[in-house]
């Protein structure tokens, strides 16, 4: 091979390899400069974060906000307390306390006139008994059973508390009353009057910052502001005698359900625009609506006919029915710690049922005192309590 051969090769591979190191560093450099095109692993998306009501615990999950409620998992605080159920018996002035382990009657505590619910404290120590015409409210120790001194406390029909343990909020049904006290001596603080008739149940936002209440006796919703105690906005609902009662939000915080027990149904809502609602048809009488272990299925009682309806919320619709044997009247209640176990109170016919949550099975069907109402299933998993019967986060 000749001396200019020999040349001429070196020239082209010079050249080859200078290509070759100008590519390389341009890669390099436009992956320094956009480390997104690069071939490296991408950095894991942040978790949304929400910006919760001044002093409430933080939100576990966006995406869940039962995500506290997850079977068996018991606060520090209530982990030793004993399993019971607590029947208020609107028509005794009683409250029957149920063994679950036995089906039993264990107990039956003398309260005040007409008791409505028996709603778990904020701090998750209290069990207050609303007694609704005797205008007072009754403690009771969940570790002992045993009940305290009488409260006065004018009209509780229903007892709530903000996200941030900061207020109680009892809804003074025939007072037209939305009245936040101090949660723990009841004392109170301000006094919210409604432009609606009935005020009994409500829900709070996934960041707690308003909640949305029931009327009963003039088919309304209000939203209230919470940090403000302020009503911002009603909405009449659009069916001719509604009367709305149970209130529950989705797991994703998205919507809020009503159970509605003259509409046979369910109204469904965007919260935080407060949209006009569409009604879901789920059974006679629908009244309560509880939510199940794993976020994943909603159950409504529906009263007036003795079913239960299962909602399913990933798939966004009903899924199934559930009928008592021999009927009934399923009205309030809750859900058992490993969630097997759902508990209403048969309103009209004296006795709990006990349904298994796996196949809608009646297990027990319980005698208790006249008129059983919102019963409540205690210790639940939770880190707090927002109050009703138990809605726990």
Known sequence: MTHRTLFKHALILGAALGALAACGADTKD?????????????APARKKTVQGLPGMP??????????ADRPNRLSPVVKD???RVYVPNSGSDTVSVIDPRTYEVVETIRVGGQPQHVVPSWDL???????NRGHSLTPIDPKTGKAGKEVKVHDPYNLYFTPNGRYAVVMASL????????????????TEPVPCYGVNHADFSLDGRYFIVSCEFSGELLKVDTEKM????????????AMPQDVKISPDGKRFYVADMMADGIWVLDGDRFTVPTLLRTGKGTH?????????????SNRGEGTISVFDFTQNKLTKKWRLPDGGSPDMGGVSADGKILWLSGRYDSEVYAIDTRTGTQLARIPVGSGPHGLAVYPQPGRYSLGHTGIFR
């Open 30 to 42: 436009r992956a320094t400069e956009n480390p997104g095109t690069s071939a490296a692993v991408p």
């Open 58 to 67: 933080p939100v576990l999950d966006p995406q869940d906000v039962y995500a």
């Open 81 to 83: 307390f004993p399993s």
């Open 125 to 131: 120590k209290t069990l207050w008994v609303n007694n």
């Open 175 to 190: 007072d037209r009353e939305l009245v936040f006290r101090d949660p723990h001596t009841m004392k109170r603080i301000k």
């Open 230 to 241: 302020k009503v911002v906005s009603r909405r009449k609902l659009p069916f001719e005698g």
């Open 288 to 300: 309560g609506l509880y939510i199940g272990r794993d976020s994943s299925e909603m159950y409504v």
